[in-house]
Antibody, heavy 118, light 112 residues
Framework: QVQLVESGGGVVQPGGSLRLSCAAS????????IHWVRQAPGKGLEWVAF????????YYADSAKGRFTISRDNSKNTLYLQMNSLRAEDTAVYYC???????????WGQGTLVTVSS | QSALTQPASVSGSPGQSITISCTGT?????????VSWYQQHPGKAPKLMIY???NRPSGVSNRFSGSKSGNTASLTISGLQAEDEADYYC????????????FGGGTTLTVL
């Protein structure tokens, strides 16, 4: 069955960096686009970033542009999110989600919590 | 990338039907048939319930249905059950500035 397992979350100071990982299994990882979606505590969902199945195209939410970098290693079935210049408002649970074409996100991981605080 | 507009809360009694609306613009909901809906129980990851406006993934009850008219999409849940109590989010592909996706603010469904 499809599994997505995020890791790498934790507490980081404002201005700091963190790299999240998402390990995929149960499907042909190299054939699908993957997204990062986040959810601040008690708030709604916010799309963060997209990467095409082969890594050739990447798109970001305005809130992530210039600070976050999405990447993937298809040989390791793993997705990454490098987050730099972190701000308090980046505090959230970060989910990786498998793309359902352009029409949505069909499988989600359990999420990893990122807390930006001094 | 502005959020889509959903009602903050809806409620219904077991067995009844409810509809949750999701209003966007011609750059997202109205411009593409790429609206999806997600159910989220407290402390859990979201679950895809509807994709491409009206398609149900395998395993999702046929009590859930989706539709769209103009810039507004809707999720209807018929035969409400206690287990349907959750937060629901709509999402749409958008090309307003660059390729992107946008979510609604979420709707809390209470089964009375």
């Amino acid at each position: 069955q499809v599994q997505l397992v995020e890791s790498g979350g934790g507490v980081v100071q404002p201005g700091g960096s963190l790299r999240l990982s998402c390990a995929a299994s149960g499907f042909t990882f190299s054939s699908y686009a993957i997204h990062w979606v986040r959810q601040a505590p008690g708030k709604g969902l916010e799309w963060v970033a997209f990467i095409r199945y082969d890594g050739s195209s990447k798109y970001y939410a305005d809130s992530a542009k210039g600070r976050f970098t999405i990447s993937r290693d298809n040989s390791k079935n793993t997705l990454y999110l490098q987050m730099n210049s972190l701000r308090a408002e980046d505090t959230a649970v970060y989910y990786c989600a498998k793309g359902q074409g352009l029409g949505g996100f069909d499988y989600w991981g359990q999420g990893t919590l990122v807390t930006v605080s001094s | 990338q502005s959020a889509l507009t959903q009602p903050a809360s809806v409620s219904g009694s077991p067995g009844q039907s409810i509809t949750i609306s999701c209003t966007g613009t011609s750059s997202d909901v109205g411009g593409y048939n790429y609206v999806s809906w997600y159910q989220q129980h407290p402390g859990k990851a979201p679950k895809l319930m509807i994709y491409d406006v009206s398609n149900r993934p395998s395993g999702v009850s046929n009590r859930f249905s989706g539709s769209k008219s103009g810039n507004t999409a809707s999720l209807t849940i018929s035969g409400l059950q206690a287990e349907d109590e959750a937060d629901y989010y709509c999402s749409s592909y958008t090309s307003s500035s660059t390729l992107a996706w946008v979510f609604g603010g979420g709707t809390t469904l209470t089964v009375l």
